[in-house]
T-cell receptor, first 115, second 112 residues
């Protein structure tokens, strides 16, 4: 089974803090993604990466950055956390650019509260 | 990504009845349409998907239909059971490494 793990299930941070959310996948997947999920808005893509050290902006990248130094790990960084970044953050991975590569597998999510 | 409209936002059905959730999209380059089920406290889980060269796909009690001309696709769940209660999301992508664009979700409630 594909396993995508996220470093924390719940996180509480203060406004202005730098926040790191970590995601690790164990299936040697090429692609990794970060989404945020908010009530009534569904899931929205923040950033994705199709290779080590590569990154692409999603639909809502403002206020976020990412890092992918190793294939299995994709980090989401909130440079200066704000209250409007309180949300559920979901990491996903998918195999590659051929065959069944489109299928994305999600982690359990990190619920971040910024006070 | 291009928007995906999902309806209804809440659906309540009697156990044993069928449930249908519909989604529409605008980007004609879309070629992959997955459906995810999210239970409380968990990440979304892929339950069925369809590619643009297929009109229908079934997996036991779950089926997905795709009308590329009209740009809509639907999830059908037959003989609903209590464990089908969850939030369901449709999504689309142009494929490859691109991220998914999700609908806003349907809260499916199965009444005993």
């Amino acid at each position: 089974d594909v396993k995508v793990t996220q470093s924390s299930r719940y996180l509480v941070k203060r406004t202005g803090e730098k926040v790191f959310l970590e995601c690790v996948q164990d299936m040697d997947h090429e692609n990794m993604f970060w989404y945020r999920q908010d009530p009534g808005l569904g899931l929205r893509l923040i950033y994705f990466s199709y290779d080590v050290k590569m990154k692409e902006k999603g639909d809502i990248p403002e206020g976020y950055s990412v890092s992918r130094e190793k294939k299995e790990r994709f980090s989401l960084i909130l440079e200066s956390a704000s209250t409007n970044q309180t949300s559920m953050y979901l990491c996903a991975s998918s195999p590659g650019t051929s065959g069944s590569s489109y299928e994305q597998y999600f982690g359990p999510g990190t619920r971040l509260t910024v006070t | 990504g291009e928007n995906v409209e999902q309806h209804p936002s809440t659906l309540s059905v009697q156990e044993g009845d069928s449930a249908v959730i519909k989604c529409t999209y605008s980007d004609s380059a879309s070629n992959y349409f997955p459906w995810y089920k999210q239970e409380l406290g968990k990440g979304p889980q892929l339950i069925i998907d369809i590619r643009s060269n297929v009109g229908e796909k079934k997996d036991q009690r779950i089926a997905v239909t795709l009308n590329k001309t009209a740009k809509h696709f639907s999830l059908h769940i037959t003989e609903t059971q209590p464990e089908d209660s969850a939030v369901y999301f449709c999504a689309r992508t142009g494929g490859g490494a691109d991220g998914l664009t999700f609908g806003k979700g349907t809260h499916l409630i199965i009444q005993p």
